[in-house]
């Protein structure tokens, strides 16, 4: 179970998260859909543990891998160096089973620069995919990807079997996904929704 | 027109655009000294450049150049690894940055003079030029490396802890190409810094085979056909130094495509 009770976040005045509860279960994809600075950032980073809370406690099936909202990828390294960067030694050769993964083969030795932003934002799903752990939280995974590279990508990462919550505006990931949460806020409320 | 043809027309035009500012530099010297007329106060480039194939010829010449070239290229390289060392000291403790600032703000601000005449009191004549070289430079570099570390980008730090790099990982694949501009930059107006300062206390203090020494023979001997030889000397070796780092630097950069 993805499992967080009671947490609050707090930046200055603004209260983020009010003692919010969130329960997900341990399998397939959750989607996170509410409007922009609603708090869904927030939870993702509250959950992998990147955002101290000031109560409340959470759950995870194990280690988090996270994506962020920002690309974050390192300008000097190419795209295979960056998936084998979050690879033990012994896994390094999986590189390309990544790149693959998310339709970027053909990339392995470019570098940030020389790729588009829809394939930057491919490249830094496939580095938090490889990291691997027990869930994965995507913030926006998919902005600049098109919606039909973008469902076959979703229905690859759910041939993963690791649970994932994602935040997505795009009506066409939250459609693909198992189960919505639609959320508004600040302060971040939650009402589950089965499609 | 074949690439051959076009890549020789591209090295030509590359020689024409250096040649020419030199041979206007060289005429504007060669009026000027023909105007004075007095070769002790201004010897033309022909007299300059007899005097300096001349001394060529000596071995005494060759041994004072690769001397003070070790002797500069030594404190400068001192300079860099400790400027570096207390840089990373300062970044990762408040209390060495404490401790460092104000000592390095003082080497800063002390005139080169009076360095070479402190440092004279206490080191051999020989070790001089190398310790004022290392203290010119080392507040460049601890200055620069200190910017480069605090200016690496802390999204990418996050996304190395979260994504578990090592200490290791995460010094060789963020915070090192990171510093690299800063450090290279360091590295360039540090060389230049340690030539200069360096050539001044061999002056000062005249070892007995170094470039300064022959400036100040040259001087005191009023022979100032020498002394611009061995000034073209030290600019010379000083375009070399900083062509090699630069190549190095660019090779560098290039393989981490910084």
Excluded at chain 1, 41 to 59: I, K
Excluded at chain 2, 26 to 46: D, I, M, Y
């Amino acid at each position: 179970m993805i499992f967080c009770e009671n947490i609050t976040v707090r930046f200055g005045e603004k209260l983020v998260l009010d003692r919010f509860t969130l329960e997900a279960p341990e399998e397939g994809v959750t989607a996170l859909s509410g409007p922009s600075g609603c708090g869904k950032t927030t939870l993702l980073r509250a959950l992998a543990g990147l955002q101290p809370v000031q109560t409340g406690r959470v759950t995870l099936p194990g280690p988090a891998a996270i994506l962020f909202q920002e690309d974050r990828l390192f300008p000097w390294r190419t795209a295979e160096q960056h998936i084998a960067d979050v690879l033990s030694r012994d896994r390094r050769g999986e590189a390309g089973m990544w790149l693959e993964l998310v339709e970027l083969e053909g990339e392995a030795r470019s570098r940030p620069a020389a790729l588009s932003g829809g394939m930057e934002r491919r490249l830094a799903l496939a580095r938090c995919l490889a990291c691997g752990g027990g869930v994965y939280l995507l913030d926006e995974p998919f902005a600049g990807v098109d919606a039909p590279r973008a469902g076959r990508i979703l229905s690859r990462i759910r041939g993963l079997g690791v649970p994932v919550l994602l935040s997505s505006h795009e009506v066409e990931t939250v459609a693909r996904c198992d189960r919505i949460l639609r959320l508004e806020g600040p302060p971040l409320r939650a009402i589950p929704e089965k499609i | 027109m074949t690439t051959s043809t076009i890549s020789r027309n591209s090295v030509g035009r590359t020689l024409l655009r250096a040649a020419i500012p030199l041979a206007f530099w060289l005429g504007v010297w060669q009026l000027a000294a023909l105007a004075v007329g007095k070769e002790l106060l201004l010897p033309g480039p022909l007299a300059v450049g007899e005097r300096l194939f001349a001394l060529a010829g000596e071995r005494a010449f060759w041994r004072s150049a690769g001397m003070s070239l070790g002797r500069i290229f030594g404190g400068f390289a001192a300079g860099v690894l400790l400027g570096c060392a207390l840089a990373a000291l300062s970044s990762v403790s408040q209390w060495a940055d404490r401790l460092f600032s104000p000592a390095v703000k003082v080497i800063r601000a002390t005139p080169v003079a009076s360095f070479i005449v402190l440092v004279l009191l206490w080191a051999p004549t020989g070790r001089v030029p190398a310790i004022i070289s290392a203290l010119m430079v080392l507040p460049v570099l601890w200055g620069n490396v200190r910017r480069g570390i605090t200016q690496t980008d802390p999204l990418l730090l996050e996304a190395a802890r979260a994504y578990r790099f090592s200490r290791g990982r995460t010094l060789r694949l963020v915070y090192l190409p990171s510093v690299f501009p800063y450090f290279a930059s360091g590295c360039s107006t540090g060389l230049g810094l340690a030539w200069k300062s360096g050539v001044a206390a061999e002056v000062l203090c005249q070892p007995a085979l170094a470039i300064g020494t022959a400036l100040y023979r040259a001087k005191i001997t009023l022979e100032t056909t020498s002394l611009f030889a061995w000034t073209i000397v030290v600019i010379a070796l000083s375009f070399l130094l900083e062509s090699v780092l630069g190549l190095l630097f660019r090779r560098l950069g290039r393989g981490a495509r910084v």
